[in-house]
């Protein structure tokens, strides 16, 4: 490739990789699947030098375990708390409708989606208190996880691509 290429090849890199983290937060960005794509970029520009199947195959594994947490997470802090379906159908909305009011609305779009949807289905302001929060508790959680697995998949690539450029049999 030449230098020009290479450049902009690594530009579109690291954006994944920003981009990816920042997805990792807003809940509209598939966030980590973002950063291992970034990864995979740098990972092919170097033609696997540096990294290779090993050390991706560990990164894809940390990325699908982020998307499963994200899924589980969620409901499991929902169903924790006594949930309907109409609480969880709520909380799906609501992280949807929260989207277009910026950073509160991704922050609180879950909780008023729970709420409503547990409103509709049982009446009571106490439990949907608890349901409601037990969702965004469990949205938190994920969100937590998901940054930590992130940085724990840029250090490994880190370290695999400065310090190991594919010597080591783990990384």
């Keep these: 490739m030449t ?13 994944l990789i920003a981009v990816g983290i920042a997805g990792t937060i807003l809940p509209a960005l598939p966030g ?12 092919w520009i170097d033609d696997f030098e540096r990294i290779g199947y090993i050390t991706l195959t560990v ?10 947490i994200d899924f589980l997470a969620g409901i499991a802090g929902a169903k924790r708390f006594g949930a309907s379906r ?17 950073l509160l609305g991704l922050a609180f779009g879950p909780f008023v989606g729970a709420l409503i949807g547990e409103l509709s289905a049982r009446k009571d302001m106490m439990a949907a208190g608890r349901v409601a929060f037990g969702t965004w508790l469990g949205m938190l ?3 937590v996880v998901k940054l930590s697995l992130v940085f724990t998949m840029l250090g490994i690539f880190v370290f695999a691509y ?5 010597r080591l049999p783990l990384v």
Aim: glycine share 16%; hydrophobic share 75%.
């Design 32 to 43: 980590v699947p973002l950063v291992f794509g970034g990864m995979l970029l740098a990972a």
């Design 3 to 15: 230098l020009a290429l290479d450049f902009w090849l690594w530009l579109a890199a690291f954006g």
């Design 59 to 68: 990164l894809g594994t940390l990325m699908l375990l982020s998307i499963v």
């Design 141 to 143: 959680v994920a969100v």
């Design 86 to 102: 109409a609480a969880l159908l709520g909380a799906a909305v609501g992280t949807v409708v929260g989207l277009f009011f910026g």
């Design 162 to 166: 400065l310090v190991s450029g594919n």
